[in-house]
């Protein structure tokens, strides 16, 4: 009985802890220390997932990696992959500063062969501007 008690409980915190970022990222807009934590923080609990997108990205590919955080999909990309990282966080010199959701978007030329927004798109407030300028990262506009 003490065992689903305690089950209950923590998915009652985790549900709260939801709810507060969520409610954080609504009246506030990015949570700016949230994510200093991910970037600097080493591979964070999705790796896994970069690994699994860098799997499908072939060799001497350009990557645009939106919200990159501590960079792991560069670890896993192709020999030749030309890497560009952006966030909000600057974590190395080669990152591009942005913040979707004040709508600061990385000042980039040309475009990419591969926009990668892993984990990120949950995070915006208002994703209708982002959507105009992915596609100029994409494609040639």
Partial sequence: MLNKIGSKKKA?????????SASFTLLVRTHVKRW???AYAGPP???ERNEIIA???PEDS????????AQTLRK???PGCKYQPCDIIKS???VIFCDLNSGIYPDIEGSFDYVVCSGVLNTFTSPKSFWKKFRCWAAQC
């Avoid at 009652?12 to 507060?20: H, N, R, S, T, V």
């Fill in 92 to 94: 190395s010199p080669d």
């Fill in 76 to 78: 896993y990309l192709r």
């Fill in 62 to 69: 350009l990557v645009l990696d939106i919200g990159c955080g």
């Fill in 55 to 57: 799997a499908f990205i």
């Fill in 12 to 20: 009652m915190i985790g549900w709260f802890e939801l709810c507060a």
């Fill in 45 to 47: 609990p999705w790796d």
């Fill in 36 to 38: 200093q934590k991910v």
